[in-house]
């Protein structure tokens, strides 16, 4: 016991390592080049099984590598234990002093140590000359699963010394003896995997395949343990038989190429050739990869003689040859990687080749049926889904089929899907039933249109079911109620804004309905029905997609300066005219705070006019929402439309049911130039009667309560929202030339002079007095026959003789639906004023005065 106890104690204080292998019988590239390796060939079996830690048939030792790191000594012998209990006897020579001839003696040695230790006066095993062994080491394996069993002992120059059991650890562990004695927390473990290495057989093995092999037997014994050697020190390694008593030709340094040894006792190293030990530094320079060409080794630095690939590198795989990359995403980030680089950066390597073309790592929405899983669109590929697009997610069921009609042809798909064929979709879980998609007579108010129920429920209207045509007695509809088809309806009243500048964007002369050869803005037109907006901008838009920019202030907030952030529609249209980082972005008049957009162009044969829309971002929300924007989809010119409906094309969402259309037939109003103009000119502007016309319900507005709470900004622009035109309502102010406003990101409306924004007003208040239907000026029975005339016969737009004959002027029957509409319902008169009208006459109003509003 001289020394044991007293050593493996003080192992607990040796300095903690920097740079330590990983214990698990795989061959770490801190080892570097062997140390010796084997050039015998196995005389006990040539392992083939290629198992980790199952019954393997072979033992074999191709060579030692060691690495000394924190007061640790790392020994790694390359090979193969035979699960039969064949040892490996490891003995160590680190002091001055022990046994060069085994001597026995060995407290609880049983037929271990000193089964190789001498019997009689002249046996027991003898190392070279020069080999004093001071400390042993011995390790077996058996059973199935593998299980590895540990001992050691101290060999004293005199007979004698003390074994200890160490434990027992699995295959490919960390290393961790259990069930023991190890205070000096030796570890050590086995990968029983190799099938290559050396050959079977009694004879020399220069095939230099021992080298290659790179899974065996990890040892880790603190130097305390072993008598803390100094600068180096020398280890002889060999495997046994199961009893200690049959020594192989597996010996580290090898042999010469001769078989089994046998009886161990019997054995002395110093008569064979060679050195059957090898010699351990305990300083050594950092170690790594050498390419030589495609040749890879571990060695130094200084002894490579190639390309050092850095301290601690290895060869598997092999630096020396380029891998192949591919993309490798690291959460949604893409980059081009090798694997091994990809693996380091815990990230998912996409295969070799692959790129990051088409943003291969973003995810988004994938229906597979109709269940949505959220992956990227590989893997939703590989589960033959359906990939909802980039950044999109599994939010509001996008997986969900409803009803869907691509003209009158009815299908259950996706909204998406819907979307993308031009459908319309009837909402998730509908079913296509009988005459679905055919077209059939709805009443908006007293307006009739021909269109599917869905739409017709959408506007808020009455439908009457497929197949069903609109008739003048459908909806009541009196002969001056608004058309939406491009022409000034008499419900308009008086323009809100005149047309003061002449158009520098071409003055039309063609008189066609759906083609002009130039853009201008004559004047504005508002009125307010059955909770709609109805807007008409009398003039033309030039047939090459130029666009009206319309934007509405609504409600308190807004911006009076265009931001970049706004929603991304009309390929980027408000994004095209807001701030591009330097502080600019259209600005416009003082007071006014645009909350939303509309935006009409149109051209081609056969005309369509396209209609964008969006609720602008809110500059104050700390969130920094963009808002929310669509493309509404595209209508006709006045001489083909249906009522201004928009056609449900491809990406196209109109969720409010806005309405647009355009006669851009339009001639005279507005000449070309960039003056002012005079009187004439701006009569002229106010006479025209054909333009663009929109319906747009106030539930896309905000909900303003009135005319009174909605101003706007219009001007006519570029395709590209990128060159603004002269055409503002109002009309530029300030000197002339009045120019062609340019880029409108750069201009400040707020400099020039006048207002370009107009606020709406009602411009019918004052043409009536309500329940004074005769027009004499006072509310009374004189009013009752009158009254009479116009339920019956109020659809007429010529009065009728009943009415003449009473008196009763043409000028006084046109205004019948504003003094006989007692109840103010913005239905103009019909059966549902009688009530009201009665009771205004029975209680009748001071002489000048209206009807009270019910």
Not at 25 to 34: M, Q
Not at 233 to 250: C, E, I, L, T, Y
Not at 666 to 691: C, E, K, P, Y
Not at 767 to 794: K, M, P, R, Y
Request: hydrophobic letters at 35%; aromatic letters at 8%; proline letters at 4%.
């Amino acid at each position: 016991m001289r020394r044991l106890f007293v050593l493996f104690s003080s192992a607990l204080l040796a300095a903690s390592a920097v740079a330590q292998p990983t214990i698990d019988g795989t061959l770490d590239p801190l080892y570097c080049a062997p140390i010796t390796v084997q050039q015998n060939q196995t005389g006990f079996g040539n392992a083939s099984q290629g198992n980790v830690g199952s019954p393997t048939f072979g033992s074999e030792l191709d060579a030692a590598y060691a690495h000394v790191d924190g007061g640790v000594l790392y020994l790694f012998l390359s090979g193969n234990l035979e699960t039969n209990f064949n040892k490996l006897e490891v003995f160590f020579d680190t002091v001055a002093g022990g046994q060069n001839r085994l001597l026995g003696g060995v407290t609880d040695g049983g037929d271990n140590l000193n089964r190789m230790g001498a019997n009689n006066e002249t046996n027991g095993l003898r190392f070279d000359a020069g080999f004093e062994a001071d400390y042993w080491f011995s390790c077996t394996v058996g059973n199935n699963p593998l299980e590895l069993y540990a001992d050691f002992a101290d060999i004293p120059t005199a007979a004698g010394g003390t074994k200890v059991y160490l434990g027992t650890t699995g295959a490919a562990s960390d290393g961790v003896l259990s069930g023991g004695t190890n205070p000096g927390n030796i570890r050590v473990t086995i990968n029983n995997s190799n099938t290559g290495g050396v050959a079977g057989g009694s004879g020399l093995d220069l095939s230099g395949l021992a080298a290659t092999v790179n899974t065996g037997i990890e040892i880790a014994i603190p130097l305390s343990v072993i008598g803390n050697p100094g600068a180096s020190f020398k280890v002889s390694a060999f495997v046994n038989g199961a009893g200690h008593d049959f020594v192989s030709n597996q010996v580290l340094g090898s042999l010469g190429g001769i078989g089994n040894l046998g009886e161990p006792r019997n054995v002395n190293f110093d008569l064979l050739g060679g050195d059957q030990f090898f010699t351990v530094n305990l300083v050594t320079p950092p170690c790594g990869a050498c390419c030589i060409g495609t040749s890879c080794s571990l060695t130094t630095e200084a002894d490579c003689g190639g390309t050092f690939q850095g301290a601690n590198t290895g060869c598997a795989p092999n630096p020396c040859v380029e891998a192949p990359t591919g993309a490798c995403c690291v959460g949604t980030s893409c980059s081009i990687q090798n694997e091994a680089d990809c693996n380091f950066l815990f990230g998912e390597y996409l295969g070799d080749d692959s790129t990051c073309a088409g943003s291969p790592c973003l995810t988004g929405g994938c229906c597979v049926g109709t269940s949505c899983l959220t992956l990227r669109e590989a893997q939703c590929d590989a589960q033959s889904g359906v990939y909802l697009g980039n950044g999109t997610d599994c939010g509001g069921s996008p997986c969900a089929t409803g009803a869907c009609c691509v003209g009158t042809s009815c299908q259950e798909v996706r909204l998406a899907t819907c979307n993308t064929d031009g459908g319309l979709y009837f909402g998730d879980n509908t079913t296509c039933g009988a005459g679905q998609c055919t077209p059939g007579a709805c009443c908006l108010g007293s307006y009739c249109i021909e269109t599917l129920s869905q739409i017709c429920t959408n506007q808020g209207g009455t439908n009457f079911g497929s197949s069903v045509t609109c008739t003048p007695a459908r909806c009541n509809t009196p002969n001056d109620i608004i058309r939406v088809n491009g022409t000034l309806d008499e419900a308009y009243c008086d323009a809100q804004i005149v047309q003061t500048t002449q158009t520098g964007f071409g003055d039309s002369n063609l008189g066609v309905q759906d083609f002009a050869n130039g853009s201008e803005l004559a004047a504005a037109y508002a009125t307010i029905a059955n909770g709609r907006l109805y807007l008409f901008f009398a003039g033309n838009l030039e047939s090459n997609f130029n666009k009206i920019d319309i934007f509405l202030d609504t409600r308190a907030g807004g911006q009076n300066r265009l931001i970049g952030e706004n929603p991304n529609v009309d390929f980027g249209a408000l994004i095209r005219m807001g701030d591009d980082g330097s502080g600019n972005g259209l600005t416009f008049d003082a007071g006014f705070e645009a909350d939303f957009w509309i935006s009409c162009g149109g051209g081609g044969s056969p005309y369509r006019l396209f209609v964008n829309y969006a609720e602008l971002a809110d500059p104050n929300d700390p969130i920094g929402e963009p808002g929310i924007g669509f493309y509404l989809g595209s209508g006709k010119a006045a001489n083909t439309t249906n009522g201004g409906l928009l056609d449900a094309d491809v990406g196209a969402i109109n969720p409010f049911g806005i309405l647009a259309t355009i006669d851009n037939s339009n001639t005279q109003g507005v000449t070309g130039g960039q003056s002012a103009l005079d009187a004439a000119g701006i009569a002229a502007a106010a006479a025209v009667s054909t333009g663009i016309e929109l319906v747009i319900p106030l539930s896309a507005i905000g909900n303003p309560a009135s005319l009174e709470d909605i101003a706007i900004t219009a001007f006519v622009n570029a395709p590209g929202h990128d060159f603004g035109s002269n055409q503002f309502l109002g009309g530029l102010g300030g000197a002339e030339p009045r120019e062609n406003i340019a880029d409108p990101r750069n201009v400040s409306l707020a400099a020039i002079d006048g207002a370009q924004s107009f606020s709406l007003a009602d411009t019918c208040v004052g043409g009536c007095l309500v329940g004074d239907v005769n027009c004499d000026g006072v509310v009374n029975n004189f009013d009752i026959d009158f009254f009479v005339d116009i339920i019956v016969e109020g659809s007429s737009a010529t009065a009728p003789a009943s009415w003449t004959n009473r008196g009763g002027t043409q000028e006084c029957w046109d205004q019948r639906n504003c003094t006989a509409n007692v109840n103010r319902d913005e239905q103009g008169a019909n059966n549902f004023d009688i009530d009201p009208f009665v009771a205004c006459i029975v209680n009748p109003p001071v002489s000048g005065e209206p009807c009270p509003a019910p």
